[in-house]
């Protein structure tokens, strides 16, 4: 089959689902300017000590690398990203009415930017546009902290129990919020059409997200650059550009 084919087939497996489920990872917002950490041009992959900057274990013990963290924050592409064309594909899908879940690995915002119904969205690992406090709960625009480190604070403790602030984000070592995953894996069951797109499928449990929607009957399309672990167990495998091939599955659907 042609790859022209394929995409059609795929269009047609969309136009026949009751429910789609698309998980997305980094790999739809690097045309947004917001790198990847496991691709080619990821930030791990230049930088393997950045990593550390995502563990909840050196981050709360090491006042370093809370100091590095607040430096990455106040760099971070996503305060001028703009959504891009794999993101506005989704929200094209999204009209057609047979959007189930739009699940995302992606803290940068970018899907509810675009227009993706909030119900629709499960952010599984957070989202950097809000700050909490470790101790006391405390939850704040990213931004006012943010402000705190350009006017001179390496490390702004929380203003209401002095404990440690960190982005509303899920790093590595720290407990998902109970109700966003299991809403997330639960759509995965329901879905008859799952889409994994740009991601490497390395993070648990929501890469389960893809095994359990085999398993409960679903198709599987993958949508990555590079291989995943899940390839074998995908009907399709779409290795090119996301942002010239998801507006060619959902981009039929403008006039909705
Ligand atoms: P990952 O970095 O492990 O994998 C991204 C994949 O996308 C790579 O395999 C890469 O080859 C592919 N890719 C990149 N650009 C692509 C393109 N234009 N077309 C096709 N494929 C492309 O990302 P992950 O699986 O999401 O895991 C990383 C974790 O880090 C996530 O849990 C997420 O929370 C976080 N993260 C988020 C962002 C963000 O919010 N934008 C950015 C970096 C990391």
Known sequence: MTE?????????????????????????????????????????????????????RYYTTDPEIR????????????????????????????????????????????????????QKVFEVHGNLHQAICLSCGWKGPMQAVLDRVRAGEEDPPCGECDGILKSDTISFGQSLIPEVIDGALQAAQETDLLFAIGTSLQVFPIANAVPIAQRAGARIVIMNAEPTQFDDIADVKLEGLIGEDLPRICGRFDAG
């Open 4 to 56: 022209p084919e394929v995409i059609a087939k795929v269009r047609d497996w969309v136009e026949a689902a009751k429910r789609v489920v698309v998980l997305t990872g980094a790999g739809i917002s690097t045309d947004s300017g917001i790198p990847d950490f496991r691709g080619p041009n990821g930030v791990w992959t230049r930088d393997p000590k950045a990593e550390k900057l995502s563990d909840i």
């Open 67 to 118: 100091r590095l963290a607040w430096q990455s924050r106040l760099a971070h592409p996503a305060w001028t990203a703009k959504p891009n064309a794999g993101h506005l594909a989704l929200v094209q899908l999204e009209r057609r009415g047979n959007l189930h879940a739009l699940v995302t690995q992606n803290i940068d915002g970018l899907h509810l930017k675009a227009g993706n119904a909030r």
